[in-house]
């Protein structure tokens, strides 16, 4: 068999492994655990993200045994950030699951037809994920009520990340920024964590079913810096934030840890 066959052979067997284990581990251990936390948890909401990050953490532990060329490097003050709106490149699928597995009390935003999927959209509801319109809709006639519920959610020391990009870079290089995440740090008054994601294609690209199963890779998270709110009375520019982001992002702005 000629070695790109194999390879591509490989690719597949270890991919099939991987999505297998969504299914499996969520049917078989995870759904109870969902449905216990539904029942008798006192605090659904962080029972519901506190499993997520479980959920994930082993899936990423099963990843890196059936791809042992590759290993995650997280930073040890990415694992200290606390009550910040928290953005990232966007190199891959992973980026975001991988973000999950890192934070036990976090909030996302998420696809609107994600929430109507049976049974997953239960348990992003339940884990108090939002919708695009917090960020997208600023007439929106509840937004103050949910700027609110977000201020309380980070003061407790919960995450709130975005991908201010959108969507997954194709080439690399950071894309324009939606002002979503910006807009709540604005209206919350919290801290923005900016936070570079490195060389997550490499195992699984854009726009490919298969993993990459053949290559020595190391992924990497650090902390490219931070975003201050603006000292009480004052105000901050929602397009100064962004480039200040970016520059971060790329490498060319002033690293506040």
């Not at 251990?29 to 659904?44: K, Q, V, W």
């Not at 060329?69 to 980026?95: C, K, M, Q, W």
Request: charged share 20%; proline share 6%.
């Amino acid at each position: 068999m000629p070695r790109k066959t194999t390879r591509t052979a490989v690719d597949l067997l270890i991919t099939l492994l991987l999505w297998a284990y969504y299914f499996a581990a969520f049917v078989f251990f995870f759904f109870p655990a969902y449905g216990a936390a539904a029942l008798f948890a006192s605090d659904r909401e962080h029972a519901f993200q506190n499993l997520n990050c479980i959920f994930y953490r082993c899936f990423f532990a099963y990843l890196k045994l059936l791809m042992p060329g590759v290993t995650i490097s997280i930073a040890p003050e990415v694992y200290a950030v606390r009550s910040s709106i928290v953005i990232a490149n966007h190199l891959s699928f992973l980026d975001p699951i991988l973000l999950l597995s890192l934070f036990r009390q976090h909030k996302t935003i998420v696809r609107s037809d994600f929430f109507k999927v049976p049974i997953f959209g239960w348990v992003l509801k339940s884990a108090g994920y939002l919708s695009p319109s917090l960020a997208q809709d600023s007439d929106a006639p509840d937004l103050m009520e949910q700027v609110k519920a977000m201020r309380a959610y980070l003061a407790s020391g919960g995450n709130l990340f975005i991908f201010p990009e959108g969507t997954r870079s194709r080439t690399g290089a950071i894309g324009p920024f939606e002002k979503g995440a910006f807009t709540i740090a604005k209206l919350c008054r919290a801290p923005v964590s900016v936070l570079r994601i490195e060389n997550t294609h490499r195992v699984y690209p854009p726009d490919s079913f298969f993993f990459k199963t053949g290559e020595t890779v190391e992924i990497r998270i650090s902390l490219a810096g931070s975003i201050e709110p603006a000292p009480k009375n004052e105000t901050i520019c929602i397009s100064d934030m962004m480039r200040q982001a970016r520059a971060l992002l790329e490498g060319t702005g002033t690293h506040k840890p």
